[in-house]
Antibody
Framework: EVQLVESGGGLVQPGGSLRLSCAAS????????MTWVRQAPGKGLEWVAN????????HYVDSVKGRFTISRDNAKNSLYLQMNSLRAEDTAVYYC??????????WGQGTLVTVSS | QSALTQPASVSGSPGQSITISCTGT?????????VSWYQQHPGKAPKLMIY???SRPSGVSNRFSGSKSGNTASLTISGLQAEDEADYYC??????????FGGGTKVTVL
């Protein structure tokens, strides 16, 4: 059974940092691009970033460029999102998702990040 | 990186068919056959319903179908059921090698 389990969310002050993790199991992690998608409270989904199988390529939504870094550890079947200089508008549930070709086929349950003083 | 345009809400009676539109540009929806659709029930993670415009993953009901014409993709739900009440999101790969999501459509079963 495919499982994606996010962790690392919580309350952080504006300007602070947080590192999210996503533990993957039940599929060949190294065969898939991986993605972070977020959802602000009561709002729609927003694609945040993705990373190639070997970590050699990454892409980001403009609003997080220079502040967020996506990475992965294939030996640990884990995906990460380092979030720096956090803003109130980064408050959201963050989901990790696996990519097969051009679709997000499996999703975790999400972890809530709240940026507030 | 602009969002795709979806209607905020669509409703229908049980057994009816409804269609949700998703409008983009020739830099995303119109430029690629990489439109997918996701269903999200309250408090739950999104679930893949349609990919590559019109393909259905294993296990998804054949009451769900997708299509595309120009810069607009569509999701049709036929034989509407109470369990179909949820939010639906389209997404498309873009020329910038990123992904754009639609704003979401709330489907209500009357």
């Amino acid at each position: 059974e495919v499982q994606l389990v996010e962790s690392g969310g919580g309350l952080v002050q504006p300007g602070g940092s947080l590192r999210l993790s996503c533990a993957a199991s039940g599929f060949t992690f190294t065969a898939h691009w991986m993605t972070w998608v977020r959802q602000a409270p009561g709002k729609g989904l927003e694609w945040v970033a993705n990373i190639k199988q070997d970590g050699s390529r990454t892409h980001y939504v403009d609003s997080v460029k220079g502040r967020f870094t996506i990475s992965r550890d294939n030996a640990k079947n884990s995906l990460y999102l380092q979030m720096n200089s956090l803003r109130a508008e980064d408050t959201a549930v963050y989901y990790c998702a696996s990519n097969t070709d051009y679709r997000f086929d499996y999703w975790g349950q999400g972890t809530l990040v709240t940026v507030s003083s | 990186q602009s969002a795709l345009t979806q209607p905020a809400s669509v409703s229908g009676s049980p057994g009816q068919s409804i269609t949700i539109s998703c409008t983009g540009t020739n830099s995303d929806v119109g430029g690629y056959n990489y439109v997918s659709w996701y269903q999200q029930h309250p408090g739950k993670a999104p679930k893949l319903m349609i990919y590559d415009v019109s393909s259905r993953p294993s296990g998804v009901s054949n009451r769900f179908s997708g299509s595309k014409s120009g810069n607009t993709a569509s999701l049709t739900i036929s034989g509407l059921q109470a369990e179909d009440e949820a939010d639906y999101y389209c997404t498309s790969y873009t020329r910038s090698s990123t992904w754009a999501f639609g704003g979401g459509t709330k489907v209500t079963v009357l």
